[in-house]
């Protein structure tokens, strides 16, 4: 039997499921659920097929789910900011609770980045943003992607925004285009589940530094040359850096199997074809060039590519060091390759 509480006007409620000491027991005016009509709202949502959750606090303007499991659909934590000032519609409610049966729903953006603030290590991994108006979304976006680089590029929370309006394709594209996801209302009930899934597998792969790259091959001989390309949700950003410097990377990435010594990988740049003793029209590096392009180069270039793609990554987790024995370090450079091109 699904328990449905509510604190009483006087009522103070307990401390863990009170964010906001300083107003205990405030009334909530704009929840999703009404304070005034709770039967009504879990009559709603049993009609519709969805047990009503337990309420355990109304507290300024949010609610907590709590779960019976700990376990759901996405295996993700779903925070919901909705700032419209109206009931969070049921089609969006329904699958929330279904993906997320802890998930939070605020309605005051202060309070959503005073929650990270505050508690940096309990962040979602997916903030839905409900919103009518395009430069509020791209400012929340750009505040969310501020914390997430001071934060030593971590790779949550995800954004997800859903627009209210209908017929906005700029701002689909602009959202997409900095690593976000998008999705009307009215298409919540088929592909709210999807776009979870591949935020699921996003987050996957920023948790294991795993970028997916596109190596082309241009010319031959003493003509060839490597371009190397990021490949994001709905961009591809080039690697910058010299010939040298992305002939260096190409021959890493495809061989990045396993750490290899800095002598391990002056062979292996010797066998490549854009280098001169294979063939190619580049010299191979010295020993220290080769220590100043992994130390100092690289990671330049890799986060310069990472920022302009939104990607969340991060150069120093990209590029891995392993201790080989007691006097050798290892590197090699993460990532999918997914194809290699020549032209």
């Known amino acids: ?73 996405s295996g993700l934590k779903i925070l919901v ?30 309070s959503v980045i005073d929650t990270f603030l505050s508690h940096p290590c309990t962040v979602p991994d997916v903030i839905v943003d409900i919103s009518t108006d395009r430069a509020s979304v791209i400012r929340r976006m750009n505040e969310i992607w501020d914390l997430r680089v001071r934060w030593n590029y971590s790779p949550r929370p995800a954004y997800f925004a859903i627009s209210k309006t209908g017929n906005l394709p ?29 935020i699921r597998l996003k987050l996957s792969a920023l948790l294991r530094s795993l ?7 241009e010319g031959q001989g003493v003509t060839s040359r490597a371009v190397i390309h990021l490949i994001g949700t709905r961009t591809r950003t080039r690697l910058g850096g010299s010939d040298r410097h992305v002939a260096v990377f190409a021959a890493m990435l495809k061989r990045n199997a396993l750490p290899r010594s800095i ?31 992994i130390h100092r180069d690289f990671p330049r270039y890799l986060q310069a590519a990472f920022d302009s793609a939104r990607s969340g990554y991060s150069s120093r987790r990209v590029i891995e060091r392993v201790i080989l024995d007691s006097k050798t370090m290892g590197y090699k450079i ?3 390759l997914l194809q290699n091109t020549y032209y």
Not at 91 to 109: G, Q, Y
Not at 211 to 217: D, N
């Open 1 to 73: 039997m699904t328990i449905y509480s509510q604190p009483t006007q006087h009522q103070q409620l307990p401390a863990s499921t009170n964010p906001n000491p300083s107003k205990p027991g405030s009334a909530c005016q704009d929840s999703v659920f009404p304070e005034r009509h709770p039967d009504q709202t879990r009559a709603r949502l049993e009609r519709s097929g969805v047990a009503a959750p337990i309420v355990e606090g109304i507290c300024g303007t949010e609610r907590t789910f709590r779960a019976r499991t700990t376990l759901s659909r």
């Open 211 to 217: 970028p997916h790259w596109q190596l082309a091959h």
């Open 170 to 198: 700029l701002l689909r594209f602009e959202i997409e285009r900095l690593d976000g996801r998008f999705l009307y209302l009215c298409d919540v009930p088929n592909h709210f589940n999807q776009e979870l899934e591949q």
């Open 334 to 336: 993460r990532g999918q």
């Open 81 to 110: 900011f909705d700032g419209t000032n109206t009931h969070l519609p049921n089609s969006l409610l329904k699958r929330v609770i279904a993906n997320d049966r802890a998930a939070l729903i605020k309605r005051k953006w202060d």
């Open 263 to 293: 002598g391990d990988w002056l062979k292996m740049l010797a066998e490549d074809s854009l280098f001169k003793p294979a063939g190619g029209s580049l010299e191979v590096p010295s020993r220290n060039t080769l220590k100043m392009y």
